[in-house]
């Protein structure tokens, strides 16, 4: 399994580039086949950032991180689209509505489900956001195994 150190930001001046678990297809970038899905997780928070990359590469996923939102924005425009997105609402410099927008308008990534983990709890937080194309969304604090549960949902 790659490590989140391979497979997260590159240093200022280097370029992205697509990894080689992808393969690009008339519809965008797919998961080959007998590789593990690959999730891109957007979380500021240090410690939840870590615990949830955690569960998720203990459930057999690839697991891409971003600590902000402009690192984020980085990898929708120029990394091929993963299996789903996890991100948190409340990010440093582009908010996660920002990117669900983004997202959903991108001709590549548009069809990625996006599983909100968030700790805005009331109900017209989570309309908002399903309003805005999150398939699912999670409250903080949250169940980790329940967490698993509703990625691996969307990668049945």
Do not use: C
Not at 3 to 9: D, G, I, L, P, Y
Not at 117 to 130: F, I
């Amino acid at each position: 399994m790659l490590s989140t150190e391979t497979m997260t930001r590159p240093a200022m001046g280097s370029a992205l580039q697509p990894r080689p678990w992808m393969r690009r297809s008339e519809a965008g970038f797919m998961r080959q086949p007998g590789l593990p899905a690959n999730v891109l997780l957007i979380e500021d928070t240090p410690d939840i950032r870590e615990l949830i990359r955690f569960m998720l590469e203990t459930s057999g996923m690839q697991v891409l991180t971003a600590g902000d939102g402009r690192h984020a924005i980085e990898m929708i425009e120029n990394w091929p689209a993963p299996d789903a997105v996890v991100l948190d609402r409340m990010l440093p410099f582009v908010s996660g509505d920002e990117l669900i927008t983004r997202i959903r308008d991108d001709a590549i990534w548009h069809e990625v489900p996006i599983v909100v983990v968030s700790a805005k709890a009331r109900g017209d937080d989570v309309a908002a956001a399903m309003r805005l194309g999150a398939d699912d969304y999670v409250v903080k604090p949250f169940n980790p195994i329940r967490l698993v549960e509703v990625v691996q949902g969307f990668l049945q």
